[in-house]
């Protein structure tokens, strides 16, 4: 018996088809992609890749990296509570670690450079080309880690003609973008592009504490790019971006709480699945900045071209956490609860990346892309955390005046890391027949990491009688590691037809080594080398396009195992995130994108990923509060276990419909967008009361707009079904001995209407 959950999802899937549609045809446009390095079709791509172009991210109201996963089905986003914390997962596979010094097993490229973490891909997207979603180890071409995938995002070229957008969005709570693009010609041999944006949002986490609403957002970038072509063989191209987030989040709200304590201290704030109150008295900030620039030049030199990426970036985050989530304070805490109002830290980067390639041009019987990549890293990171409790009776009273225990505890922390990494790679496709290729390449690389972490042991000076968090000494450690590794792709595709084509694969991932840099860890933690992570990856797709390519079909079968996998799982015995080697897991599933246009007023896309990610080898897992399987120890076999936030089953499916109105000169259109997800669990340490079960989403919008695109005017519901979904789900850190399950929950767990007005000069 289907569920309400799957009957309004059913109701959704079937909102998509009410549109009516005459019986012309028209052919789906023809994507092209850069998943191998150079601009190709992608039916002829042997990759399994989600193209999402600019115009669709538009159309679908996506504005931010987080929120492709509505289009693309493999692409999971876990949201922590500052920008260090969230994570990207592809095919259930991502890292979500707090440790600076550990690599994403997901990659973020932009305009053709390779983001060293993956919160400085977090954000915006101002004027996007599309968006290529590749799944699977793309080590071979794509710079350093990719154990797991790439987002590669790629902006806007300058246009032939002068022209200005203009766009602006208002949406309940208070919500409002604005955007503007200038872009054009600049003589006969060089164009620009300026685009800029800025939105401002209030919180939708109502604070009892001050009366005033969290989790607001506001933000602005700009981004500028220059193409020049001093002569008929070099083409040069220079970017330039500036973005700062000033967000008064990430305040998680009570889903679960068995404590009497903890509840009689929040309120009137409750804890609850659909709960948007909190009542915390410290001030909560995620404020990040970066900036940086690139140059790349293109040198045609006949049957080949040339291509040099220069690029320095520059990340900043400062972030605050209430990790007590009440209105206790320092110096009046209460028995039983221990104050947790700092938490608070900085980190700073920048980096510097070189890559040089060779790409063959033509079609003859061979075809090459060989190159090499370079790339410096500095990381610094600064953390200070307090902490007051009290201990004795009766439980519930104020601490300090009735002779009870006070113990403020305190401690500072700095670390820098600085990794270097060289690397050559290449790939060859050999066009052995006129319905064969075979292709192979590989990458090997050398890394090294430097780190320095230091704590003084010595309190932080707010308040008298501060002593050192307990069992943390002074720490001042120096560690140096490095590693060669080596990645590589080989395989088949055959041309069936025109038409259809398949390919099967091996690929071999790699993700560099890493160790535990945070607050807590022990000067044997900062030495204890994380090994790197390895991935064997098996695929065989089929890319086919049919009915006079109105419909398009691509289909891919992976099966991928990883060992040594890098996580972080949460310790009871000692109350702390541990970076450790997860031993080994795997993911194996099935997906497909499809796109239909049975008319030229009419298109249907859409697309599912059945991932199975488990793991298949952990013997020594963390334990979480009252685990049956731990009785009398804080370690157990996780075998078996999911993966976190990693779903089974994801569908997203969409259609749109613009057509001419009557005789009034415009064009009316309606939009329906609908994502599920199977359910999940948020902890690797397979914790029940931190599961998630199935959610749907759907976005609706409709409008109208001028034929030719001078303007477009769209109504839009976000999350129209009204469905609460989290995410991330996590045990209290302070009260463990109670089951007690906090929750961050985006602004889309609620439905919420607004409007969007373009205009084209």
Request: aromatic fraction near 10%.
């Given at each position: 018996m289907l569920s309400g959950k799957r009957i309004r999802g059913c109701v959704a899937l079937g909102l998509l088809g009410v549109v009516a549609a005459p019986p012309s045809y028209a052919a789906v446009d023809e994507i092209i992609v850069t998943?191998?390095?150079?601009?190709?079709r992608l039916e002829d791509v042997p990759v399994a890749v989600t193209s999402i172009s600019g115009d669709m991210l538009s159309k679908s109201l996506i504005s931010n990296v987080e929120d492709i996963g509505k289009l693309a089905p493999s692409v999971s986003f876990r949201e922590g509570q500052d920008t260090r914390g969230s994570s990207i997962n592809i095919r259930?596979?991502?890292?979500?670690?707090?440790?600076?010094?550990?690599?994403?097993?997901?990659?973020?490229?932009?305009?053709?450079?390779?983001?060293?973490?993956?919160?400085?891909?977090?954000?915006?997207?101002?004027?996007?080309?599309?968006?290529?979603?590749?799944?699977?180890?793309?080590?071979?071409?794509?710079?350093?880690?990719?154990?797991?995938g790439v987002i590669n995002i790629v902006s806007k070229r300058p246009s032939k003609e002068m022209e200005a957008v203009f766009e602006a969005t208002v949406a309940e709570l208070n919500e409002y973008n604005g955007r503007a693009t200038v872009s054009g010609p600049l003589g006969a041999n060089a164009g620009f592009r300026v685009t800029a944006s800025v939105t401002d949002r209030d919180g939708y986490i109502h604070n009892f504490y001050d009366g005033r609403d969290v989790n607001g957002a506001f933000y602005y970038g700009a981004r500028a790019l220059f193409d020049v072509k001093p002569n008929d063989w070099l083409k040069l191209t220079f970017i330039g971006d500036y973005a700062r987030r000033e967000n008064e989040c990430?305040?998680?709200?009570?889903?679960?709480?068995?404590?009497?304590?903890l509840i009689s201290l929040i309120a009137p704030a409750t804890a609850g699945k659909e709960s948007r109150t909190t009542n915390s008295n410290a001030r909560i900030f995620n404020d990040s900045e970066q900036f940086g620039g690139s140059v790349e030049a293109n040198a045609d030199l006949g049957s080949s071209t040339l291509t040099s990426i220069t690029?320095?970036?520059?990340?900043?985050?400062?972030?605050?956490?209430?990790?007590?989530?009440?209105?206790?304070?320092?110096?009046?805490?209460?028995?039983?609860?221990?104050?947790?109002?700092?938490?608070?830290?900085?980190?700073?980067?920048?980096?510097?990346?070189?890559?040089?390639?060779?790409?063959?041009?033509?079609?003859?019987?061979?075809?090459?892309?060989?190159?090499?990549?370079?790339?410096?890293?500095?990381?610094?990171?600064?953390?200070?955390?307090?902490?007051?409790?009290?201990?004795?009776?009766?439980?519930?009273?104020?601490?300090?005046?009735?002779?009870?225990?006070?113990?403020?505890?305190?401690?500072f922390f700095r670390t820098e890391v600085e990794t270097v990494h060289y690397s050559g790679f290449g790939q060859l496709d050999w066009h052995a027949t006129d319905k064969l290729t075979l292709f192979g390449g590989g990458r090997l690389?050398?890394?090294?990491?430097?780190?320095?972490?230091?704590?003084?042991?010595?309190?932080?000076?707010?308040?008298?009688?501060?002593?050192?968090?307990?069992?943390?000494?002074?720490?001042?450690?120096?560690?140096?590691?490095?590693?060669?590794?080596?990645?590589?792709?080989?395989?088949?595709?055959y041309a069936f037809s025109d038409t259809m084509k398949g390919y099967i694969s091996y690929g071999r991932g790699y993700k560099g080594p890493a160790t535990d840099v945070t607050l807590n860890a022990t000067p044997a933690d900062v030495k204890r080398a994380v090994d790197p992570e390895t991935s064997n990856a098996y695929e065989i797709g089929l890319k086919a396009r049919f009915f006079d390519r109105r419909l398009s079909v691509d289909l891919a079968a992976f099966w991928v195992d990883y060992d040594d996998f890098q996580a972080q799982a949460f310790?009871?015995?000692?109350?702390?995130?541990?970076?450790?080697?997860a031993g080994s897991v795997r993911t194996r599933g099935i997906e497909a994108d499809i796109q239909a246009k049975p008319t030229d007023e009419w298109l249907i896309f859409g697309g599912f990923t059945f991932a199975n990610a488990r793991i298949v080898n952990f013997p020594a897992g963390q334990c979480y509060l009252a685990d049956p399987d731990c009785v009398g120890t804080n370690r157990k076999p996780l075998d078996g276990g999911q993966l976190p936030n990693a779903p089974e089953w994801k569908?997203?499916?969409?259609?749109?419909?613009?057509?001419?109105?009557?005789?009034?000169?415009?064009?009316?259109?309606?939009?329906?967008?609908?994502?599920?997800?199977?359910?999940?669990?948020?902890?690797?340490?397979?914790?029940?009361d931190t599961s998630q079960k199935a959610?749907?989403?759907?976005?609706?919008?409709?409008?109208?707009?001028?034929?030719?695109?001078?303007?477009?005017?769209?109504?839009f519901v976000k999350n129209a079904l009204n469905e609460h979904y989290a995410t991330w789900l996590l045990q209290d850190f302070l009260q463990t001995t109670t089951v007690n399950i906090n929750q961050l929950v985006p602004k889309d767990a609620d439905r919420f209407v607004g409007a969007t007005v373009q205009l084209r000069f």
């Open positions: 998943a191998q390095r150079r601009e190709q259930g596979v991502g890292t979500a670690v707090y440790s600076a010094a550990v690599e994403p097993s997901v990659s973020v490229v932009v305009d053709g450079v390779v983001l060293q973490r993956q919160e400085q891909g977090f954000g915006d997207l101002i004027d996007i080309d599309r968006i290529e979603v590749l799944r699977g180890p793309q080590s071979t071409l794509f710079g350093k880690g990719a154990s797991a990430c305040q998680w709200v009570g889903k679960k709480y068995t404590s009497p304590l690029a320095y970036r520059r990340w900043n985050l400062e972030s605050n956490s209430d990790i007590d989530e009440t209105p206790t304070s320092d110096l009046n805490p209460v028995v039983g609860e221990t104050n947790f109002n700092l938490n608070e830290g900085e980190t700073d980067f920048y980096q510097l990346t070189q890559e040089l390639r060779l790409n063959s041009n033509g079609s003859g019987p061979i075809e090459y892309v060989v190159g090499g990549f370079m790339s410096y890293l500095f990381q610094e990171r600064i953390f200070e955390r307090r902490t007051v409790s009290c201990t004795g009776a009766p439980v519930g009273a104020s601490c300090p005046g009735i002779g009870l225990t006070y113990t403020p505890r305190s401690g690389q050398y890394e090294e990491m430097k780190v320095h972490s230091t704590r003084p042991g010595l309190p932080l000076p707010a308040y008298p009688g501060d002593t050192v968090i307990p069992n943390l000494g002074p720490l001042d450690a120096y560690f140096n590691l490095h590693d060669v590794g080596w990645s590589a792709r080989a395989g088949a595709q310790s009871t015995a000692d109350n702390r995130f541990i970076v450790q080697n569908v997203s499916v969409g259609s749109r419909y613009e057509r001419p109105l009557f005789n009034l000169g415009v064009n009316g259109f309606v939009q329906a967008n609908y994502s599920w997800q199977d359910d999940i669990v948020f902890d690797l340490n397979q914790n029940p959610y749907g989403l759907l976005d609706l919008s409709f409008g109208v707009g001028d034929p030719s695109g001078a303007y477009r005017v769209t109504f």
